[in-house]
């Protein structure tokens, strides 16, 4: 399958300060990947999907202002927690799908976020 | 768009016994289904999946049943192992949309 990894595995930011989180295909050029956040023994949410060279499709209730997705090449799409808060902290998770149709989908790793 | 629920939300048992995780599903577009395996704080990792076309798959100890119908599937895994404790998601995936269940921690005991 493909690999995806994340960077940063875990970041503790101050109230207030931007996170950026990046999302690499490694071996797969990935037109769509998406972004999930996970809390404490519950299930993964969908944030957004992200498009490369569009604008990202957000999820209901995900703020598009606070969380910006930039996805600019193949391989490479970012996640900004902006003006983040202590709510914010969380476990995000990306993946690539197979095809972008009804594939498998791959996940990174994850990046732990805790705001302070 | 897609519900998708799943119980047990917690299952405990014996070593060498067998578990079933069941999950519904609301959009009947919905036409790949896949189990995921998440160990705590690691990514989720894909241990079964089956196709709307087919109605049951089996890859050694672990098998999974599709009723289209009825909208539902589940995850059986037989001669469970302490090494099989872990969070199991289940999904659908309607177009390219996954929507996942709400989870279940499978705890094998020795």
């Known amino acids: 399958g493909a690999v995806v990894s994340q960077h940063p595995s875990r970041v503790i930011c101050k109230s207030g300060t931007s996170v950026k989180i990046e999302c690499r295909s490694l071996?797969?050029?990935?037109?769509?990947m998406f972004w999930y956040r996970q809390f404490p023994k519950q299930s993964l949410m969908l944030m957004a999907t992200s498009n490369e060279g569009s604008k990202a499709t957000y999820e209901q209730g995900v703020e598009k202002d606070k969380f910006l997705i930039n996805h600019a090449s193949l391989t490479l799409s970012t996640l900004t927690v902006t003006s983040a808060h202590p709510e914010d902290s969380s476990f995000y998770i990306c993946?690539?799908?197979?095809?972008?149709?009804?594939?498998?989908?791959?996940f990174g790793p994850g990046t732990r976020l805790t705001v302070l | 768009g897609e519900n998708v629920e799943q119980h047990p939300s917690t299952l405990s048992v014996q070593e060498g016994d067998s578990a079933v995780i069941k999950c519904t599903y609301s959009?009947?577009?919905?036409?790949?289904f896949p189990w995921y395996k998440q160990e705590l704080g690691k990514r989720p990792q894909l241990i079964i999946d089956?196709?709307?076309?087919?109605g049951e798959k089996k890859d050694q100890r672990i098998a999974v049943t599709l009723n289209k119908t009825a909208k539902h599937f589940s995850l059986h895994i037989t001669e469970t192992q302490p090494e099989d404790s872990a969070v199991y998601f289940c999904a659908a995936i309607t177009g390219n949309q996954f929507y996942f269940g709400t989870g279940t921690s499978l705890t094998v005991i020795p």
């Open positions: 993946s690539i799908s197979g095809t972008g149709a009804a594939d498998t989908q791959y």
């Open positions: 959009d009947s577009a919905s036409n790949y």
């Open positions: 089956i196709r709307s076309n087919v």
């Open positions: 071996d797969f050029q990935a037109t769509t």
